[in-house]
């Protein structure tokens, strides 16, 4: 087991560009979920997968923003069009599927930088 | 809605000062309560957790008490060390949304 694994871990961009990240769960947990993190703030819930479907969107998740979890291993979460507020941490964190999210195991998140 | 309120940082102790970071929440129904601890450079880590009325979470020295009449869980613990110098942030979550919502974090600084 080797933890919630993220890529890259930091990612700067020019506006306007596209960029996607990629979560790799714990193998054998079932739900996935991503997080964003800004400056001096906690956590904030952006969207979750059980297995390949995504279950819940928060209203942080523009159109810009689109997250797949195809054959419910890995996901992505792709930015289109990126602003300088899109500028966060962004987390990805599973469980296993009989412990709801009492035990979410966090990954190292990825540093996005828009310039 | 759902949130959880903690106390403002930075909070400087000295080694083997006793530690209490305040949390307090608004929940309909009755959530699940964590601690999650932030080191430098490093992800969200699971410190402790309790999930009805009056449990107590303990882990490395560390303790909360789910408190309902209050909607308290405020983080103790007796002689913190430099090592637990980090950021900790109280959370809540509820069986019905598998989401967690997060506090806005306490940064702890132990000087030696």
Known sequence: ?115 | GDSVTQMEGPVTLSEEAFLTINCTYTATGYPSLFWYVQYPGEGLQLLLKATKADDKGSNKGFEATYRKETTSFHLEKGSVQVSDSAVYFCALGMDSSYKLIFGSGTRLLVRP
């Not at chain 1, 998140?109 to 828009?114: A, E, K």
Request: overall charge positive.
């Open chain 1, 1 to 115: 087991d080797t933890g919630v694994s993220q890529n890259p871990r930091h990612k700067i961009t020019k506006r306007g560009q596209n960029v996607t990240f990629r979560c790799d769960p714990i193998s054998e947990h079932n739900r996935l979920y991503w997080y964003r993190q800004t400056l001096g703030q906690g956590p904030e819930f952006l969207t979750y997968f059980q297995n390949e479907a995504q279950l819940e969107k928060s209203r942080l998740l523009s159109d810009r923003f689109s997250a797949e979890r195809p054959k419910g291993s890995f996901s992505t979460l792709e930015i289109q069009r990126t602003e300088q507020g899109d500028s966060a941490m962004y987390l990805c964190a599973s469980s296993p599927v009989n412990r709801g999210n009492t035990e979410a195991f966090f990954g190292q998140g990825t540093r996005l930088t828009v310039v």
